[in-house]
């Protein structure tokens, strides 16, 4: 038997999991076509659920604001794959997955990190889930988040 509140927890977490692979899609436009992140954002979300939209507004508020400091933290934890040579799938994955250790305080970092993984493996296959993994997984070790 399913409870109200796991069920609530679920339909959270899938709308979440929207939110996130609308925000990858908008830093990839972003990234190649040098679109406005925001404009783009905007024409995609009024299919979107309440909840989605907000926090893909919430995470692509705090990417764009940080993302210099999330690039830098790419390549001090692959200093052998510079960042242009990385795919733009794998650099807005991790920036993602930054903003979300950084700052969504109700967001685990395993969860973080198994999010973005499997949207790495997702839309990029598993060589990217694993240079993601990889990266994450330096970081975690390097500069414990909350639990």
Known sequence: MVTIGAAA???RGEA?????CLVVE???EWDIAHHDPWVSLERVLPQESQVEADYARKLLRDIVEHKEQF???????????????RTAIDRNVLRLA???LFFSDDVP??????E???IARDYAGEPSSRFVNGVLGKHL??????K
Do not use: C, T
Request: glycine share 2%.
């Open 116 to 118: 973005a993984v499997e």
């Open 71 to 85: 690039d830098r933290l790419i390549q001090r934890y692959a200093p052998a794959w510079p960042l242009d040579q």
């Open 98 to 100: 930054f903003s979300e």
């Open 141 to 146: 070790a390097q500069a414990p988040h909350k």
């Open 16 to 20: 979440r999991r929207r939110a996130r």
């Open 26 to 28: 908008v830093l990839y």
């Open 9 to 11: 927890g679920r339909q």
């Open 109 to 114: 970092p395993k969860v973080a990190v198994n």
